[in-house]
């Protein structure tokens, strides 16, 4: 009897406060998707990294031992020099000294890049006055950015999404969560193939050093908005029509993200997914619910009233003509 009636209050318990249970799994699988994704990291880059340095450190030392005459604390000045130069995106070597970060085409990708919060991170400000207009402009650029593809994204659902979905529906009679559901993963497949797998194949014929993999990954890393900035199409030695070739990647990667977003919009609007995140929502409380019930009543008798006070005035407007004619009419009838 005892277990039965603490079996019923634990279940009572866990319902009343489903959703916070809900979320408590929510955040512990997070964080356990973390540490398996350091682990797996951490045991994958680690080797190669620990070689890369024992690499390094062997023709560091064999160009001390060629070259006598130059000290081990004047090549590390020359090396940090290098290396800072190359963070800001300016390289020494000389065949890549003919490639400007900061001309017009490189300015249109790096705002993009800023606009879209991608970031690749190989070109960036040097000046002050460069890294204070970077502050002011994406404080104002990513939120107008922002607005921008919601907006665009927002007419884009309703001819590719929400129309085709309902033409289904009504005019063939299918299910509307299945005809949803076939949509979704018929649209993504368009995209991937269209920004993901076509794009990956260009990229791997144009870039001289990057394969299959490795431009299916720039594609990726790009419309996801990551961006590593390990993988930067046009910065290789004379590339060919460079400015053009710029450009096009600025207008790739706002219509990819266009699209990725359509795509995301589509699949939060299937029923088992909106289902599935009202797990982890927070209950709106009866009382909230009666509030705003009570304050939509007040606001629907405030309006009836208005509505009901303008008649009653329209028509104490055309009293004066009834009336003038009412009297007349009531003096008759008794004579009559």
């Known amino acids: 009897m005892l277990q039965s009636l603490a079996g019923s209050s634990c279940v009572r318990l866990v319902e009343q406060h489903r959703s916070a249970w809900c979320f408590a799994l929510l955040v512990l ?14 045991s994958v880059e680690l080797p190669y990294e620990d070689l890369l340095r024992q690499e390094l450190g062997k023709l560091k030392q064999r160009f001390l031992e060629e070259h006598s005459c130059l000290s081990e604390q004047q090549l590390e000045q020359f090396l940090m020099r290098v290396l ?5 995106g ?22 993009s890049t800023v606009l879209s919060t991608t970031g690749y991170g190989h070109t960036v400000p040097l000046s002050d006055g460069g890294k204070a207009f970077c502050i002011i402009y994406s404080v104002i650029g990513i939120p107008f ?4 593809l919601t907006a665009v994204v927002q007419r884009i659902i309703v001819y590719v999404t929400r129309r085709p979905v309902l033409y289904f529906h009504i005019r063939w009679g299918f299910s509307k969560q299945v005809v949803a559901i076939i949509h979704a993963i018929v649209l993504g497949f368009i ?11 260009i990229f791997s014929v144009l870039e001289d050093d990057w394969n299959f993999l490795e431009s299916f990954y720039f594609c990726f890393i ?31 990667l706002l219509l990819g993200l266009i699209a990725m977003l359509v795509v995301l919009e589509t699949f939060c609007e299937l029923h088992e997914l909106k289902k599935f995140r009202k797990l982890f929502y927070v209950k709106k409380d009866k009382e909230e619910d009666q509030v705003h ?11 009836i009233s208005d509505q009901a006070a303008s008649m009653k005035d329209d028509q104490k407007a055309n009293e004066p003509f009834v009336n003038s004619q009412s009297p007349t009419s009531n003096d008759s009838s008794p004579n009559n």
Not at 29 to 42: E, I, N, P, R
Not at 84 to 88: F, L, M
Not at 90 to 111: E, I, M, Q, Y
């Open 29 to 42: 699988g997070y964080l356990l998707y973390l540490v398996f994704g350091a682990v797996v990291f951490s």
């Open 191 to 201: 995209t991937v193939s269209c920004f993901f797998l076509i794009p990956a194949a």
């Open 145 to 148: 950015t922002l607005l921008f």
């Open 293 to 303: 019930i009570m304050e939509h009543d007040q606001l629907s008798f405030s309006s």
């Open 84 to 88: 800072e130069a190359s963070n800001y």
């Open 222 to 252: 790009s419309l996801s908005t990551i961006g590593l900035g390990d993988y930067v199409p046009g910065e290789g030695y004379n590339q060919k029509f460079r400015e053009l070739y710029k450009i096009g990647i600025t207008c790739y």
């Open 90 to 111: 300016v390289s020494v070597l000389s065949n890549a000294s003919g490639n400007w970060n900061w001309d017009f085409t490189s300015s249109l990708f790096f705002a």
